[in-house]
């Protein structure tokens, strides 16, 4: 008996540890930001103005409206292309090239990303030599990046989404004479729509996250707010940057809240749903 | 099944309606196929001549490179393939950039630690992310959420920005330094930035929760009548735990050991944000190949060599993935 409440008491110290080593760190550049002195660990007092001199930065200011604009389009480009490859692994089982597909679509989540950059930045050089497209780099080819290993992690989503759902739904509307196409957008895409959404938030933060691959395949004139900081801080610490931190996990923390709040109310509709199915049944 | 309907996917419906199938489509349709494009095939062509484009060329481009000799030209290499004057194509590989890998020390050097930081990190992060992991899926359902949310949510934040926040906390007028010498406990400040140690941790925070939420996924489903079963039987807590949860979550410590080791081999932001001149990692070598020396074969044949060294865990990952996906 006293060894199970020895392991009771183990297993949540160890939960509150690890939560406190990963949100240290996060707690630290939000206090931070919030420091009146330029040197950044030293407290001198409370001050907002590292947000002011973040704002009136006009470089980081036009990276992070490039990297939102990129983030968008290579997340909705993403989205369809995963949905389609998640759809074809889950659905077809055969067909030639199947191995292919499904292996290169599982490949781009575990591939260093160094060399997924450096092997984008290769072909698209090549390319233009013998084509002439893309003419230079920047925008185009970085999205063309984040779009390819973004998809894979929507195709795994919506694959897994669909290996869950029961395919019956799909035959018995084909058998009341729905073409696939219909099927598709009648019945299996309302199903994983919650995959897509979740697909869709995760290519989002895996575009505007980048460094590695964006710092290979992006060009002059062209530099994301990830390439901005990293060459901002490989300086040193700097104030403005904490303030930044703080800006953008304050927005990730009130989307999570959002999303929480809305799956909540959805599990308490469907609660409510189930709870008159059985008094229906009764 | 209702919950799939939401307002969105009904939206959707609504907004194709206008193209499903009509009298012109069926006409259309029925020439695509005479052309021996079907519907089926079509969808499958999409997302398999994207990766075939922009994931496999790429790949096999590099590899060419990685063959071809540094030249000063613009794009720096030579081109393997040369026509002789009798019009006789001849392919010319160059393995000189795999010898000088093997003969040049830096190289071996940075694969090994590359490797070692590697391995004790994935070790470490299963040390810390196991009891987290177990703790979470051992907790009451409405909880459950809320602790996987809280080690969800610092993925969601910026990767750069999680490292940066550890300069601050380690550099010698940084956190920890003065918190250590206003207590009175040292004199001196501590060098903990830009040695390998803060490589090690830097590597544990940012992917601490790529192991936790594997090892989540796997020992949620652990069925706990075998471990009660085991407790009827007379046998220890700790003992259960050695022969029971530990060999069936087997599956969850591979996944997760590989989601932390093979991008801990090539990683680039952290050494060169944490580490200092010394910290030999094979991505910082490549970037420095790559972007400092301007020697595109060297740096694609460091790049294959690099995926020939992970190859191996490559295989495992999906091997188990696969497992997981089929039960």
Avoid at chain 1, 7 to 29: D, E, H, N
Avoid at chain 1, 241 to 259: D, H, K, S
Avoid at chain 2, 268 to 280: A, H, K, Q, R
Wanted: charged content about 15%; glycine content about 6%; aromatic content about 10%.
């Amino acid at each position: 008996m006293k060894s199970i409440l020895g392991r009771i008491r183990f297993l949540p110290v160890c939960l509150a540890l690890g939560l406190a080593f990963l949100y240290i760190p996060i707690l630290s550049l939000i206090i931070y930001s919030f420091n009146e002195s330029k040197l950044v660990t030293v407290w001198s007092g409370f001050s907002t103005k590292w947000y002011g001199e973040l704002f009136r930065n006009q470089q980081i200011i036009d990276a992070a409206l490039l990297s939102l604009r990129i983030a968008v389009m290579s997340a909705c480009a993403a989205v369809v292309l995963g949905t389609i490859a998640g759809f074809v692994l889950a659905r077809m089982r055969r067909f030639r090239g199947r191995t292919l597909l499904a292996g290169m679509s599982m490949a781009p989540l575990v591939m260093p990303e160094i060399i997924t950059g450096l092997s984008l930045l290769l072909f698209f050089i090549a390319l233009e030599k013998m084509t002439g497209w893309p003419n230079g780099r920047g925008i185009t080819t970085v999205t063309i990046a984040h779009i390819t290993f973004s998809m894979a992690y929507v195709a795994v989503i919506v694959q897994s989404r669909l290996a869950d759902m029961d395919p019956s739904l799909e035959e018995a509307a084909m058998d009341l004479g729905a073409r696939p196409l219909k099927v598709f957008f009648a019945i299996t895409l309302p199903i994983v729509a919650p995959a897509l959404i979740s697909g869709w938030l995760l290519a989002f933060t895996l575009s505007i996250d980048d460094l590695v691959i964006a710092s290979f395949v992006s060009g002059p004139g062209a530099s994301t707010l990830p390439m901005v900081i990293f060459s901002k801080v490989r300086l040193g610490v700097s104030p403005d940057i904490n303030a930044l931190a703080t800006i953008i996990i304050g927005i990730v923390a009130l989307g999570v809240l959002l999303a929480a709040l809305a799956f909540k109310r959805q599990e308490r509709l469907q609660g409510q749903d189930a709870r008159l199915a059985n008094l229906a049944d009764d | 099944m209702r919950m799939g309907y939401t307002p969105l996917g009904q939206g959707l419906v609504r907004l194709f309606e206008p193209v499903m199938p009509t009298a012109l489509g069926n006409s259309v349709a029925r020439l695509l196929r005479a052309a021996g494009v079907t519907g089926r095939n079509a969808v499958i062509a999409v997302p398999l001549l994207w990766l075939l484009l922009f994931f496999l060329i790429p790949f096999v481009i590099v590899l060419k490179i990685s063959f071809a000799e540094y030249a000063t030209a613009i794009p720096p290499y030579t081109d393997l393939i040369q026509w002789g004057d009798d019009a006789l194509m001849s392919i010319k590989l160059n393995f000189g950039n795999y010898l000088y890998l093997v003969e040049d020390d830096l190289y071996v050097a940075a694969y090994l630690n590359s490797a070692r930081i590697a391995l004790v990190s994935t070790v470490m992060c299963l040390l810390i992310g196991y009891p987290m992991a177990y703790a979470i899926a051992r907790s009451s359902p409405a909880n459950r959420n809320i602790l996987l949310m809280l080690v969800i949510l610092p993925f969601w934040t910026s990767f750069l920005l999680r490292v940066y926040a550890w300069m601050g906390i380690l550099k010698n007028n940084g956190i920890i330094n003065n918190l250590l010498m206003g207590m009175g406990i040292i004199d001196e400040p501590i060098v903990m930035m830009q040695t390998d140690f803060a490589v090690y941790l830097g590597i544990i925070y940012s992917y601490l929760p790529f192991m936790i939420l594997p090892l989540y996924a796997n020992l949620e489903k652990l069925d706990v009548n075998l471990l009660e079963a085991a407790a009827d039987l007379g046998c220890k807590p700790f003992k259960a735990f050695l022969l029971i949860t530990l060999p069936l979550s087997l599956p969850g410590i591979i996944a997760g050991s590989m989601l932390v080791f093979i991008p801990a081999v090539g990683e680039f932001v952290i050494p060169s944000l944490l580490g200092g001149p010394d910290t030999l990692m094979i991505g910082r070598v490549l970037w420095d190949e790559f972007f400092n020396n301007r020697d595109w074969p060297v740096a694609s044949a460091v790049a294959i060599a690099m995926l020939v060294f992970l190859v191996i865990p490559i295989m495992l990952f999906q091997h188990y993935q696969n497992r997981q996906g089929q039960s």
